[in-house]
């Protein structure tokens, strides 16, 4: 099994294509090979390198068992929709399959049966799974109460969904990818970031290394580079995974809790052994984090499994919709720009499903999924709680957290390896102490919609609460829908401010270079 991808190269100079994908992670890369195989000719432009953005990051549970709770759904979009989106889910992991095999795909795909449990004595995650057990019993989806789980925890119900499947994500992609370019016609350039994308006939892609047109345009960036019609609708989480060494069977199924937030489990071969996988943690991208979210899982799995050693650590960022279902389809005011976003934890059948769906609209066939998941659809009222929730955390921060930063001699305690927002002329600014005391020191405003970076201590980034953005400690965008970079900050544009100033040029070899923020 091989997961190291080659650098493609960047684009250089302008070109033509059918179809422009923008990013190559799952969405990407499925939604590519599914178009050339309908004899367009695809260029996939990713900003970084493939499978470098959220594919990497994910536990790639294949299931058709939405994160956002059977029950939850019928009620939100009724019964029939509700199995609409299963199926879609179904249908996906059944894609994934044929091209494992089509394609001699190396990715250990396995059939495994799902659990959605809840712990012995856990009375309102009982109720839980009698409501879900319901709601699959109304849309059809096979479902089996179950008492013993070949995960050894103590339940108290539980639910074993046959069928679901899991694979090595990176091995997939991979697989993809030279599935994708074999024969004419495909190209993917890597380290060329899209700076914006007109619709039209024909649509330009706008990248930092030349022009590309084309007659349609794939958003496969995990969130939307426009600049607020999705993003009112999605809740950018931050999630935690840690792998401990497990005596457990390759194939032992996938699991998951009726806990709020809640955890998920398998298991996956690395190497020569066998790791369990353990998620959760989950909170908002760019909230303050008081605990150490891996020691804290660290010890959820030891307190049900016993110790085992712990092999590796990582987080990632999951996009939720506020009303539980992706958005996938034509982009707002467009007509050539497609989208697909808000997947939640089931990001490896929803980007598939994603695919399947606007490689149908690109040719102007109206998909049968298509309303269900359109991406300009008005939200259900019973989901207009989380729609509001993240909109007035939008507008709280850009209205009042941007005038209410830490006094500006804050940094002089700030320890190597952490990070600082504190405001010079009235303006944040993010100041990072990197490992030898030097400090990097950037503008704190998000450059999407101006909201107030905070600093992420796990990533070591500075993270934007607003609509998910992720910079590096220079300023770099990492994560979208920001396109541009943190601006640096000149401290010598800010002589007269006293404090600060003083307080910094004491650091020991500031870094101070760059435009002004003013600028
Ligand atoms: C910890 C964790 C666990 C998860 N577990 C599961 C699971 O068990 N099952 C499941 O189904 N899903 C899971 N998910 C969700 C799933 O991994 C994601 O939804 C999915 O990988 C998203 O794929 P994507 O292709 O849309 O985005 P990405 O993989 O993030 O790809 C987007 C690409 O676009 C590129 N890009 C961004 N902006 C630009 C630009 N301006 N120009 C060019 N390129 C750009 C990025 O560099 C990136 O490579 C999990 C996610 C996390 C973080
Ligand atoms: S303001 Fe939108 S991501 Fe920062």
């Known amino acids: 099994m091989d997961i190291r991808f080659p650098r493609f190269g960047s684009l250089t100079g302008d070109r033509h294509f059918d179809v422009v994908v923008v990013g190559a992670g799952i969405t990407g890369m499925s939604t590519a090979l599914m178009l050339k195989r309908q004899g367009r000719s695809v260029a996939v432009v990713e900003a970084a390198s493939v499978g470098s953005g959220e594919t990497s ?23 029939e929709d509700a199995a609409r989106a299963v199926k879609a889910h179904s249908a996906a992991i059944d894609w994934i399959e044929k091209t494992v095999h089509e394609a001699a795909i190396d990715c250990r795909f396995a059939r495994v049966p799902g659990h959605l449990f809840s712990e012995a004595g856990d009375k309102a995650g009982g109720e839980v799974i009698a409501k879900e057990a319901d709601a699959a019993a109304k849309i059809g989806l096979a479902v089996e109460p179950c008492r013993d789980l070949r995960l050894p925890i103590s339940v108290g119900a539980a639910l074993r969904f046959p069928n679901q ?14 599935a994708f370019l074999k024969g004419e016609g495909g190209a993917i350039y890597d380290d060329t970031r899209v700076l914006s994308v007109d619709d039209g006939e024909p ?41 401990r060494t497990s005596e457990l069977p390759d194939d032992a199924g996938l699991f998951w809790d ?34 150490d979210n891996f020691a804290a899982l660290e010890q959820h799995a030891r307190e049900r499994l016993g110790e085992a050693e712990v092999r590796y650590r990582w987080s990632g960022q999951i ?4 009303d539980g279902l992706p958005f996938i389809g034509h982009n707002a005011f467009c007509t050539r720009v497609f989208v697909a976003t808000g997947y939640s934890g089931n990001g ?5 499903a994603a695919g399947l769906i606007m490689c149908g609209e690109i040719e102007g066939a109206k998909h049968p999924l298509a309303q269900v998941f359109s991406a300009t659809r008005g939200t259900p009222v019973a989901s207009v709680k989380g729609f509001v929730r993240q909109n007035a955390l939008a507008a709280k921060n850009v209205l009042f957290d941007r005038r209410r930063m830490g006094k500006p001699e804050n940094v002089d305690d700030l320890a190597p390896n952490d990070g600082r ?48 953005s992720r910079f590096a400690t220079d300023g770099t965008v990492l994560h979208g829908p920001a396109v541009e970079a943190l601006a640096p900050h000149d401290l010598d544009t800010h002589d007269k401010e006293g404090a600060l100033v003083e307080t910094i040029l004491r650091a020991p070899g ?10």
């Open 421 to 468: 927002v504190v405001r010079v002329d009235g303006q944040p600014v993010a100041v990072f102490k990197k490992p030898d005391g030097r400090l990097e020191i950037v503008s704190a405003v998000c450059t999407h919609l101006g909201c107030v970076v905070n600093f992420n201590g796990t990533e070591k980034t500075w993270d934007c609460p607003c609509h998910g």
């Open 165 to 178: 499947a899991q694979l090595h994500p990176l091995a997939y992609l991979r697989g993809l990818a030279n």
């Open 510 to 519: 500031a870094l101070m270079t760059g435009r002004p923020l003013a600028e």
């Open 203 to 243: 649509c330009r892609v706008q990248t930092e290394r030349g022009t590309i047109i084309c007659s349609a345009v794939v958003l496969a960036t995990h969130v939307p580079l426009n600049r607020i019609m999705l993003h009112a609708k999605l809740e950018p989480m931050r999630s935690y995974v840690i792998a």
């Open 258 to 291: 009726t806990a709020d937030p809640y955890h998920y489990w398998r298991t996956a071969r690395l190497g020569d052994e066998t790791l369990l996988l353990v998620g959760g943690r989950d909170h908002g991208v760019g909230e303050p984090q008081q605990e």
């Open 319 to 322: 996009m939720e919709p506020v």
């Open 57 to 79: 990051r994910t536990t790639a549970h294949l299931t058709c068992v939405l994160d956002g709770r059977l029950s939850t759904l019928i009620k939100r979009f009724g019964k």
């Open 348 to 352: 490896m059948t929803g980007a598939t």
